[in-house]
């Protein structure tokens, strides 16, 4: 009786070669999903850029806006001071008129400053969102070549600090 022959050596190497692609495309599918992720962190540390720059020069032309305020607060004083001195008559209602426009002159001021903070305040937090994406951006860049995929879950936490900072920022 002659014995069935099955190729089992051809079997075992379409088998190797089958596994082998899945675990290709299962690896690939892990690194598209790193590079997807990495791409969105890049750009919510680009956007946090964006708007952190918008809010360091709101917060530098509110400050400017204050400085001019003051200035002209000084000036209303001077001539206050000026009109007091004078040997005008009329000199009291000058005088009043001056210290009437320098309180509002001040409330103006004053806004300026707290706006200038405020301004400020969004711009620190929207630095830490950016600080925090490109952390987990170079994570996510590590995990890609040492394929351990730890690191990818490690940045991905990261960027949603960095979203929660980035959220924060915008209100």
């Known amino acids: 009786m002659e014995e069935i022959e099955v190729p089992t050596e051809q079997l075992h190497e379409t088998i190797g070669e089958k596994v ?38 709101e917060a530098v032309l509110e400050q400017i806006h204050a400085s ?13 001071e000026i009109q007091s001195l004078s040997t005008n008559t009329d000199k009291s209602a000058a005088i009043t008129k001056y210290k009437n426009e320098q309180a509002d002159i001040k409330k103006e001021a ?8 405020l ?4 711009h620190a937090i929207l630095a830490r969102a950016v600080t925090l994406f490109q952390i987990s951006i170079a994570i996510s860049a590590i995990a890609i070549l ?26």
């Open 146 to 171: 040492t394929k351990k995929r730890i690191l990818w879950f490690a940045s991905l936490g990261i960027s949603c600090f960095g979203l929660f900072f980035f959220i924060s920022g915008l209100f």
């Open 20 to 57: 082998e692609e899945a675990e290709g495309h299962e690896e690939k599918k892990s690194m598209m999903g790193i590079a997807i992720s990495t791409a969105l962190m890049a750009v919510f540390a680009a956007l946090s850029s964006l708007i952190a720059g918008h809010h360091s020069d």
């Open 68 to 80: 001019d305020q003051w200035a002209y607060y000084q000036a209303k004083g001077i001539k206050a």
């Open 119 to 122: 301004h400020l305040e969004h």
């Open 110 to 117: 004053e806004a300026s400053e707290a706006a200038s903070h």
